[in-house]
């Protein structure tokens, strides 16, 4: 398997940072997160961004009996990614992959691995096993994104059994919790992640 690196960044949207369901330290996090992008953005092979994409309907919704106030929801400002780290990426002569998640109404998607479509990708790409003629493969995965308790570690929860632990890095400088990141730092040490 060669050294390549992809960079996952769960969630960085108006939503989470300033809208219907704000994060704590969320814009100062990706804040710091677009200049490691500006920064360090060619020692990856490729940059993968996530997003919910609810339709108006969603059942996560609490008026609909979920337990979130309305956000991301399908072409709405909300659901847009942070400026300054979209500008950031853009700029980068790495290439971004932008996935989307959660866009049934029926269903709730907290990892980017739960949507079918999106699973396929990352098992060709990331799985041990799978044939490396038909994929690109990545050596290495970097995690990070909004919210480190919620998608970020539902999205590592899935990862895991993918990748295994000596080929995912949380970058929690970069993944503000809604908890403080007690949740994500506990996952991280039972599951002997490297952080950085």
Known sequence: MSDRKMLIVVDPQIDFISG???VPGAAEAMDRLAAYVQQHSAEYALMVVT???HPYDHCSFAPNGGPWPVHCVQNSEGAATYWPLLEAL???ETPTLFLQKGDLQHREEYSIVQNSAAREFFECTLADD???DDCTRYAMVDVCGIAGDVCVLNTLRD???LVGAQRLCVLTQFAPSLDGGKSLNQFIEENHLATK
Do not use: G, R, V
């Open 159 to 161: 990862l895991l059994p």
């Open 130 to 132: 799978a044939d490396a």
């Open 51 to 53: 997003s919910d994409w």
């Open 90 to 92: 853009y700029k980068s």
């Open 20 to 22: 219907s369901l704000p």
